[in-house]
């Protein structure tokens, strides 16, 4: 019983002891020789200490010496110095490079700086960190706001949509919020307009849909503990669970939501398919990437 | 017993109330509906029909309770225009032609219906609308005073007649006949009994609504010169028009013109001035229902337009919802749809039973009527009201009446969309602000855990464009609840929504609820009026905020009153005294504003705006917090929630302290602090109940005083009060336990 919550809780991994458990073993951060670059690099370095991860560094463009020498003054500044770190220099279209450096090095997480607001002409043509978050095959965090200086990660956000890749996020949410000492977790479940099937005209109308959607939120939450059982149970220990039904537009009220409460990270799953109909009308993660709230963190189950 | 029958036992014993309803309210009808067929220079019996074939289908498939509904005085500007140029000269051809209209336009109304578009009215903006209801008033107006004063061959444009309007009156006093004068005598006189009808307080006198007193007056008045036996001095062509037999001479519509560009540009016109009509009207009367309920505004459109096409096919006039009417029938008692037959019916008996005496009445005495209704959409207090929210709200009214006046009520309206949209841009500089997120879904709601109620946040912009997510959040909200809508992270709100939500705010209130809006206290407005524009200005720190009060501000204000405590709504940087407490250590306050306090126990409540973290993990927070001085020295403690702010009081040096004997306590709160057991003196038993008892605050003492705070978010005027009571309970407890 035991072993089969763990893989169910990681998927692949083959470890027993719940605690060493860690979705994310390598950490690939494609840098950019940018003014942020120094906040950039202590944040990621930070993420990975905390998830115990190996950290690849990959910038894509010629590697020369100036670079080399402004990069490595950066590393000497990285609090904790056991972190494995490693760099590497390729040439090519950086979203490309990227995505078969996740396939080829096995990353398990992509981390990308991300601006917070796109403007009118990145949202149409897509700015790299979109393209990638579509593209590739493992999970990505986005951080919106990187800072040398540790700025504790206190409440994470997490989607409960009925999906069979929500547990998976679930747990991984789990997983972040122990691994970065957050104080609490909120699962959000986001019910539908149509999925309380009543459409509302009149007082009658409104009693019934008001019915509809309580017994909704209680399948929801009882759905929600349903996999709540899966999750090992230290990973409760200090953290406070909530699960909030919210009524909006699916994928991006979670994001409104996680800006009400102010959370610090948001979770979610990674996005089915994206054509482009999908890009004019855009849904689900779409606006959220449009308009991020917070760090955000897709998570992909790995083929 | 099941509810079925107790349905209808009720509805049986309401019986006799809306028969009487019905009946006061057919004594308007009878002469609206003649004179608002006149109006459209259709048969005057046309109006008639359209009542009770309205009356009758509304009455039996509505969604709606007390409404009533026929012929409209919103369409009497385009049912005009449509004959007019139908017709192309031929009024009784153009009428024909127009019935046809009408029937398509009901099918639309039908399929409107079905595609649950009751939403329609909501995409206008509300002075748009004021604008358009002013220039059919001016409209109706026009035409009407000259009829009133005998003129009857007037034709022309609305401006036209307008400005014909002195020249008329010179003619009169110059160069009348005697038919003339005897017409105009009876008009003005028309008109005084409608002005000066609701000035006579006299209880029998008020029975008989004015209108019905105008035609009972003027037939009185035909009649005497037949017992006096003397000539009348009015011919045929002063009187209406009411064929022998109503029955065998119905009129049928001419549906050859029916590709034509003009016929269908009269289809739309209809419709879309219908179903604006009607939908506003459903709702006004929603609002004056004794019973407070929500009417069903898609069943009862699609009711409206089977009505409109079955009144069409016999020659009557659309059917809308009508508003004065209706208000009628509930102040005479209605509580149901059977006073809408009920009218519908005395409506048939009149028509058969005094063919005679309807004959009799003169044009003026019915253009009188109309002339009074015209001027009432269109009084120098509607332009006062506009004017007295914005001077931008005046631009977009007279734009659109402007505008429709020289063109037409389509053209005017759309002018009037475009008019604001263009303001609102400039108002905020940015074409982008709405260009970006007009398709975003800009607004969330949920139900909070502890308290039940209810929170919708707005982001972005909110206005007339996208208004109808904001109420369909809202509709969704039973009305005996309460509702936080917080609009602080949205940069823009514009009079319509604050007009709607003042309407939102009356139905909560009046079912046991209450809506309660935040986070505009940092919006700018252009004058003191509740309904104004908020915007959130990049320099709105140098305005004196206390200048334009927002509703909360303003019960705020009167809560200090009720509390007896004071009020000051002024900024103060005077933050000091807080940032001794832990919780603002690594915060960094800025101001604090709306300030309610009490000197005599030193209690403060005031929102604080404070910012977390630096440069780009700098974030912003506004919320509502409580302040005690104590008047002795009490430990250094935190009292919170299991482990949420647990951090940075470890940081201080804090350690969890546990209550003996109360491991409820223990589990549900974390209390930290350096002096263990003062704190554990502290907390006696009584404090400990009340704490576990009551709803969580957040409590933290430092050394002299309180500090207490619910939420990161400002709250609402109802959660200050339970905060206040809260507080001063707590105060008295801990007073207690200091004594000792």
Redesign the interface.
């Known amino acids: 019983m035991n072993s089969l919550r763990i893989i169910h809780y990681i998927g692949a991994s083959s470890d027993k002891k719940a605690s060493l458990n860690k979705p994310f073993k390598t950490v690939l951060f494609g840098f950019a020789f940018s003014p942020t670059l120094k906040t950039n690099v202590l944040e990621t370095s930070r993420i990975a200490h905390f998830f115990g991860a190996k950290l690849l560094l990959l910038h894509v463009g010629e590697k020369t010496e100036e670079k080399e020498r402004q990069i490595h003054e950066i590393l000497s500044y990285v609090e904790h110095k056991d972190l494995e770190i490693s760099i590497e220099w390729k040439v090519g279209s950086p979203d490309e490079v990227l995505v078969n450096a996740c396939q080829n090095s096995g990353i398990d997480l992509l981390i990308l700086g991300a601006l917070q607001h796109e403007?009118?002409y990145q949202?149409y043509v897509g700015s790299i960190a979109r393209k990638l978050t579509r593209n590739v095959c493992c999970s990505v965090l986005l951080l919106i706001?990187?800072?040398e200086e540790r700025?504790?990660c206190?409440h994470v956000v997490v989607n409960g949509l009925e999906d069979e890749d929500t547990p998976f996020a679930i747990s991984n949410a789990f997983y972040v919020s122990h691994a970065l000492g957050a104080?609490?977790l909120t699962i959000v479940e986001e019910i539908r307009?149509r999925e309380v099937a009543v459409?509302?005209?009149?007082?009658k109308?409104?009693?019934k849909?008001?019915i509809a959607?309580e017994r909704l939120k209680n399948r929801e939450d009882s759905r929600i503990r349903k996999v709540l059982k899966s999750i090992p149970e230290e990973f409760f220990k200090?953290l406070?669970i909530?699960t909030?039904?919210?009524?909006?537009?699916r994928g991006?009220?979670i994001g409104?939501?996680a800006?009400?409460v102010?959370a610090d990270l948001l979770v979610m799953n990674a996005p089915k398919k994206s054509g482009i109909l999908d890009r004019i009308f855009p849904h689900d993660i779409e606006?959220i990437l449009s308009?991020l709230p917070t760090d955000l963190l897709i998570v992909r189950k790995k083929n | 017993m099941t509810p079925k029958t107790n349905h209808t036992n009720q509805f049986i014993k309401d019986l006799p109330k809306n028969f009487f309803s019905g009946f006061v309210v057919s004594l308007i009808a009878l002469p609206l509906g003649l004179g608002l067929a006149i109006a459209s220079d259709a048969p005057p019996i046309s109006g008639i029909i359209a009542a009770i074939v309205g009356g009758t289908v509304v009455a039996l498939l509505g969604g709606s309770n007390v409404t009533i509904t026929g012929p409209g005085n919103g369409l009497v500007i385009v049912l005009l225009g449509a004959i007019t140029t139908l017709g192309a000269g031929d009024l009784y051809q153009g009428y024909l032609f127009t019935l046809a209209a009408i029937v398509i336009s009901g099918i639309l109304m039908l399929l409107l219906g079905f595609l649950k578009m009751g939403r329609l009215a909501d995409f206008f903006p509300a002075s748009a609308i004021e604008g358009m209801l002013a220039a059919i008033g001016w409209g109706i107006f026009a035409k009407q005073f000259h009829i009133m004063i005998g003129h009857n061959n007037e034709h022309g444009s609305i401006v036209k007649l307008l400005v014909q309007i002195p020249n008329g009156l010179l003619d009169l006093f110059q160069h009348a006949t005697t038919e003339e004068l005897v017409a105009s005598g009876i008009g003005f006189l028309s008109l005084l009994i409608m002005i000066f009808y609701s000035k006579i307080r006299n209880p029998y006198f008020q029975l008989i609504p004015a209108p019905m007193w105008i035609l009972i007056l003027s037939i009185g008045f035909s009649y005497s010169f037949g017992w006096l036996n003397l000539p009348f001095p009015m011919d045929s062509s002063y009187l209406i028009n009411i064929p022998e037999n109503v029955l065998s001479n119905l009129a049928f519509p001419d549906f050859s013109k029916i590709l034509q560009k003009e016929f269908i540009v009269s289809v739309f016109a209809i419709t879309l001035i219908a179903s604006i009509e009607s939908l506003l009207s459903i709702k006004a009367v929603d609002k004056l229902d004794s019973q407070s309920r929500r009417s069903n505004v898609n069943k009862d459109l699609k009711a409206l337009g089977l009505a409109t096409s079955l009144s069409g096919l016999v020659g009557g006039l659309n059917v809308v919802t009508v508003i004065a009417r209706s208000s009628v029938n509930v102040n005479n008692g209605a509580t149901n749809r059977s006073a809408n037959f009920f009218h519908a019916s005395f409506l048939v008996i009149f028509i058969l039973l005094f063919q005679d005496q309807l004959k009799r009445i003169p044009l003026a005495a019915l253009a009188a009527i109309l002339v009074y209704t015209g001027y009432k959409l269109a009084t120098p207090k509607t332009f006062r009201k506009i004017a007295k929210i914005g001077k931008e709200q005046i631009v977009i009214f007279l734009t659109t009446l402007i505008v429709t006046l020289f063109t037409n009520l389509i053209t005017g309206i759309t002018v009037g969309i475009l008019a604001t949209l263009v303001i609102h841009m400039f108002i905020n500089k940015s074409a982008f602000l709405f260009l970006t997120n007009i398709f975003k879904p800009n607004v969330l709601l949920f139900q909070e855990h502890e308290e039940k109620s209810y929170y919708i946040s707005v982001k972005y912009f909110c206005s007339f464009l996208n208004f109808y997510k904001l109420k369909n959040k809202l509709d969704a909200v039973p009305e005996d609840q309460n509702v936080i809508v917080d609009f602080s992270m949205c940069s823009f709100v514009d009079h319509t929504v604050m007009e709607g939500l003042e309407n939102y705010l009356d139905t909560f209130a009046k079912k046991g609820g209450s809506i309660e809006l935040i986070g505009l206290d940092k919006h700018s407005t252009d004058s003191k009026h509740p309904f104004a524009i908020r915007k959130i200005l990049p320099m709105e720190t140098l305005r004196p905020i206390e200048k334009y009060f927002t509703r909360r501000q303003t019960n705020l204000r009167d809560t200090a009153a009720e509390y007896g405590w004071s009020y000051q709504a002024k900024k103060s940087t005077k933050t000091y005294f807080l940032s001794n407490f832990i919780f603002f250590k690594s915060r960094e306050i800025g101001y604090l504003y709306n300030r309610l306090f009490d000197e005599k126990e030193n209690c403060n409540v005031f929102d604080v705006e404070f910012t977390e973290g630096a440069f780009v993990a700098k974030e912003v927070v506004k919320t509502t917090v409580m302040h005690i001085a104590l008047p002795k020295q009490l430990p250094i403690f935190s009292l919170d929630r299991e482990g949420l702010l647990e951090r940075i009081y470890k940081l201080a040096g804090f350690k969890d302290i546990p209550i003996e004997n109360y491991p409820d306590f223990n589990r549900r709160f974390f209390l930290s602090g350096e002096k263990t057991v003062e704190i554990q003196n502290l907390f006696h038993n009584e404090l400990i109940i009340f704490l576990e008892s009551n709803p969580y605050y957040h409590i933290e003492s430092n050394g002299h005083s309180l500090f207490i705070l619910k939420k990161e978010r400002l709250l609402s005027v109802q959660e200050i009060k339970a905060m206040i009571y809260f507080g001063q309970q707590l105060q008295k407890l801990l007073k207690y336990s200091l004594q000792d």
């Open positions: 403007n009118l949202f706001r990187p800072s700025v504790p206190k104080k609490q307009q459409s509302i005209e009149d007082d109308s409104l009693k849909a008001t959607k200090n406070k909530k909030q039904s919210i009524f909006g537009e991006y009220s409104h939501y800006e009400v102010r606006y308009d």
